[in-house]
């Protein structure tokens, strides 16, 4: 007699809390975390602080941030969240023991962006970094420096000597 049987509200009521749980991890609030933006234009070569940003909530892990104490290497829109790859210590773009030649470097070129610079008589590839972009107008190929490691060095001295070399720049 399935009738005279006590309805089952104790795993109705199991069942429902279960649900409600799913349903608040699913849809409840992501952890936030601070992170800092900038509150107003910052130029290549500012001190990042508290008069130039501002610390917003982001999603846990969605953004890095650079390090305390940075300085801007490339200029920095109002409002863009600050990243690793725009803030540092600008004596440290080059690392330390590689060698810097000076040749064309492409408009739109910041001190900091990875290069990779490719030798046109062996076709031989050096990954550098731009280590000064000359050039003050973005649509003109200026005399900038790049920076590369000892082992390409002097194979790039010689390209940039005999103008047979292209410099890449990175997107990012």
């Known amino acids: 007699m399935l009738w005279l049987q006590p309805r089952p509200l104790a795993r109705w009521a199991a069942a429902a809390v279960i649900a409600a749980i799913a349903l608040w991890v699913e849809l409840g609030?992501?952890?936030?975390?601070?992170?800092?933006?900038?509150?107003v234009d910052i130029p290549r070569g500012e001190v990042l602080s508290a008069a130039n940003t501002e610390l917003r909530p982001v999603p846990v892990g969605l953004l890095d941030s650079p390090g305390p104490g940075a300085v801007?290497?490339?200029?920095?829109?109002?409002?863009?969240?600050?990243?690793?790859?725009?803030?540092?210590?600008?004596?440290?773009?080059?690392?330390?023991?590689?060698?810097?030649v000076s040749t064309e470097v492409p408009?739109?070129?910041?001190?900091?962006?990875?290069?990779?610079?490719?030798?046109?008589?062996?076709?031989?590839?050096?990954?550098?970094?731009?280590?000064?972009?000359?050039?003050?107008?973005?649509f003109d190929t200026g005399i900038g420096a790049v920076a590369v490691p000892p082992d390409g060095a002097h194979e790039v001295a010689r390209g940039a000597a005999e103008d047979r070399l292209v410099v890449l720049v990175g997107t990012g």
Do not use: K, N
């Open 72 to 100: 801007a290497i490339r200029d920095i829109a109002a409002g863009a969240p600050l990243l690793p790859g725009d803030a540092g210590d600008p004596g440290r773009l080059i690392p330390r023991g590689w060698w810097v």
């Open 107 to 138: 408009p739109g070129a910041a001190r900091g962006d990875p290069v990779r610079i490719v030798l046109l008589d062996g076709g031989r590839v050096v990954d550098g970094v731009v280590a000064s972009a000359e050039s003050g107008d973005p």
């Open 29 to 39: 609030p992501e952890p936030v975390t601070q992170h800092p933006f900038a509150v």
